[in-house]
């Protein structure tokens, strides 16, 4: 198999893991297209640290500057509802890290932020890589893709399913050097971050938060469970 057929696998089953592997096995013929802001698992610079899944993605769609993923990267994760305190915490983090990539979900919340006080940074979306969800983030969206990296394993006209969204947060967690996670709760997005981080080896930092903080009671969880805190010398003021 060659890449262009890999992509018209990936471009056929509009990016769904299982279907692309379903229809490899069983040779299924498919129109071959071409599209050029693709990287394939066959092609050289195609990112190792995804290798590291159990799942890596056959194709990633992109927009922007792919050398990008050269670069040191780190991730911060949390809610899309967060509290004043988590918000402020992930603009000191960004603001600390200037000199490494932040890779995150380009979601409302503490990614939005991340993403805006970072000083490059790369978008992994759950869904097509043409559509800009949420609409609110539209600004953001359109500056990173001209100064920054965005990517999917979704072509395009693929809608955000549901169920896109914590597959994709493997791909998160396997390109980052170290997670930062800002704002969590039990069952969420954000765990599933850091249940394929710790799969994978990557350091995962934890935001502290006051006991009294009721938004905080999964991070402290994290952290008595031996994750490592957010230290005062990784923020920026």
Do not use: W
């Not at 008595?224 to 005062?232: D, F, I, N, T, W």
Request: aromatic residues 10%; proline residues 4%; contains cysteine.
């Amino acid at each position: 198999m060659n890449r262009d057929e890999l992509i018209s696998y990936s471009f056929y089953c509009g990016g769904e893991y299982d279907r692309i592997l379903k229809a490899i096995r069983s040779k299924k013929k498919v129109t071959v297209v071409k599209i050029d802001n693709a990287i394939t698992i066959l092609d050289e610079g195609y990112p190792k640290k995804l290798l590291d899944l159990k799942y890596p993605p056959f194709v990633l769609y992109y927009k922007g500057d792919l050398s990008l993923l050269n670069e040191e990267l780190y991730a911060m994760v949390g809610s899309r509802d967060p509290c004043a305190y988590a918000l402020a915490a992930t603009k000191a983090v960004a603001l600390h890290n200037q000199d490494r990539v932040l890779v995150s979900g380009l979601a409302k919340g503490i990614d939005a932020c991340g993403h805006r006080n970072a000083g490059k940074s790369i978008g992994i979306l759950g869904c097509g890589i043409d559509r800009i969800y949420p609409l609110c983030n539209k600004d953001l969206y359109e500056d990173l893709e001209r100064n920054g990296l965005i990517l999917s394993e979704y072509p395009s006209s693929c809608d955000p399913y549901g169920y896109h969204f914590p597959f994709r947060n493997r791909i998160i967690a396997a390109l980052s050097k170290t997670v930062y996670i800002m704002q969590s709760a039990k069952r969420s997005g954000t765990m599933t971050t850091v249940n394929e981080a710790l799969e994978l080896g990557r350091e995962i930092r934890v935001l502290p938060y006051d006991i009294f903080m009721k938004e905080g009671l999964q991070n402290n969880e994290l952290i008595y469970e031996g994750a490592q805190p957010v230290r005062y010398e990784e923020i920026a003021f």
